[in-house]
């Protein structure tokens, strides 16, 4: 692939077998899409091209001021939009699980739960005991803010 491919967003999987189920798995969005959205946010700069390797070296970008991110919408996943869609009170893992229809406790965890605390989108109502079997959930102001959006679940 050469550089100006990449940087186009060229997408040439070494396992197609593993990307169709992480795309499946709505793991990925779409297929060459990573690349151009990093040059939204840093330089080519960023990428040193050599025979046999690539290496990506990040610098940290500023940090949000705290009036501007109420107006920042966060992306989100369309696990944690349909986790936030179904939030209206507290609920328990449990009790979010069964609105959703999933049983498998470590997905809803690893794509629906951590991402949406990660976010800071739901909170967790006893948080110095977060494996408590008492511990529910709720949304937070963000997490509000984002249901009412037009467009969103």
Known sequence: MSEQEFYEGYSIPR??????????????????SGIPR??????????????NFLRMTFPAL???????TP???????PQVESLISVMNKELSRIE????LN????????????????????????????PSSRNQKYRLTEKGESLKLKPGSS
């Open 38 to 51: 990093i040059l939204e946010h840093y330089g080519k700069e960023c990428f040193h091209f050599s025979e």
């Open 71 to 77: 107006q920042v919408t966060p992306q989100v996943t």
């Open 102 to 129: 999933l049983r498998d406790k470590r997905n809803f965890k690893e794509n629906y739960l951590k991402p949406a605390l990660k976010k800071q989108l739901i909170e967790m109502t006893i948080p110095d005991k």
């Open 15 to 32: 396992n197609k077998e593993l990307m169709r189920v992480y795309k499946d798995l709505e793991m990925v969005e779409q297929l060459g």
């Open 62 to 68: 500023e940090t949000v001021t705290p009036q501007v």
């Open 96 to 99: 979010i699980q069964e609105k």
